[in-house]
């Protein structure tokens, strides 16, 4: 089982981001997947979640609005669009398998002024 994220990096507050997750070694399609953030010094924080089907979308309180999960199971990969970037979001992303058995190994954003 593989995970690779990317598409991380360094944007003003305010901006955009789009993270991807690559999946190799399982069954894509029949998983629900999800994202987790990391903060410098913080625990983690489940931040999405998307269903089989991508039609049942979760987010936490502080993300909604502002971030959209979708998949291709086709490519086997999923995203996380993240707009109007704000300080607080500056973190180490992950994207994980349900339940949390399978973890990439992170994206880091930062955002800043």
């Known amino acids: 089982v593989q995970l690779v994220e990317s598409g991380g990096g360094l944007v003003r507050p305010g901006g955009s981001l789009r993270l991807s997750c690559v999946t190799s070694g399982f069954a894509f399609s029949d998983y629900w997947l999800h994202w987790v953030r990391q903060a410098p010094g913080k625990g983690l924080e489940w931040v999405s979640a998307?269903?089989?089907?991508?039609?049942?979308?979760n987010y936490v309180d502080s993300v909604k609005g502002r971030f959209t999960i979708s998949r291709d199971n086709a490519k086997n990969t999923l995203y996380l669009q993240m707009n109007n970037l704000k300080p607080e979001d500056t973190a180490l992303y992950y994207c994980a398998t349900h339940p949390f058995r399978s973890w990439g190994q992170g994206t880091r954003v930062t955002v800043s002024s």
């Open positions: 998307i269903n089989i089907g991508g039609d049942i979308l």
